[in-house]
């Protein structure tokens, strides 16, 4: 088998040569349409939510800006403590319901573009 510059690494795309990571179309397809049921219940357990943020996360190298995008479905997990129930079921917060709204309408473009692995420090950056 010929070497290669392009693979997917535990659902994450990456280019050896480029130096940029992606998200796969399909799993952000899939992500959008997960996010709009739970927008439309309006619930969720905090194990679904948390499944939902865990994903977001682990995409941080490959969409811009995802932990800040994500604070209101973050906060709806509780917080990870032994006191936690998982089962329990929540009502979505105003917030958490316009960051699902966000998600259903953008990951999918987002996932278009590719982030590089290591971002430009500002002095690197030509300002004219």
Same mark, same amino acid.
């Given at each position: 088998m010929p070497p290669t510059t392009l693979a997917f690494f535990l659902g994450l795309g990456f280019?050896?040569? &480029?130096? @940029?990571?992606? !998200?796969? !179309?399909?799993?952000?397809?899939? /992500?959008?349409?997960?996010?709009? +049921? !739970?927008?439309?219940?309006?619930?969720? &357990? $905090?194990? @679904?939510i948390a499944a939902?943020?865990? +994903?977001?996360?682990?995409?941080?190298?490959a969409i811009f800006n995802v932990k800040l995008l994500s604070k209101g479905l973050q906060h709806m997990?509780?917080?990870?403590?032994? @006191? &936690? $129930?998982w089962d329990e079921i929540v009502k979505s917060s105003e917030m958490a319901l316009r960051e699902l709204l966000f998600w259903v309408h953008n990951i999918v473009e987002m996932a278009t573009r590719?982030?590089?692995?290591? !971002?430009? $420090? /500002? @002095?690197?950056l030509e300002i004219e």
């Open positions: 280019d050896t040569v &480029t130096m @940029e990571f992606w !998200l796969p !179309l399909d799993k952000a397809q899939i /992500f959008a349409t997960s996010c709009k +049921k !739970l927008r439309t219940r309006g619930k969720a &357990t $905090r194990h @679904e939902v943020v865990g +994903k977001l996360m682990w995409w941080n190298p997990t509780g917080g990870v403590d032994g @006191e &936690t $129930r590719r982030k590089p692995m290591i !971002l430009p $420090r /500002f @002095e690197d």
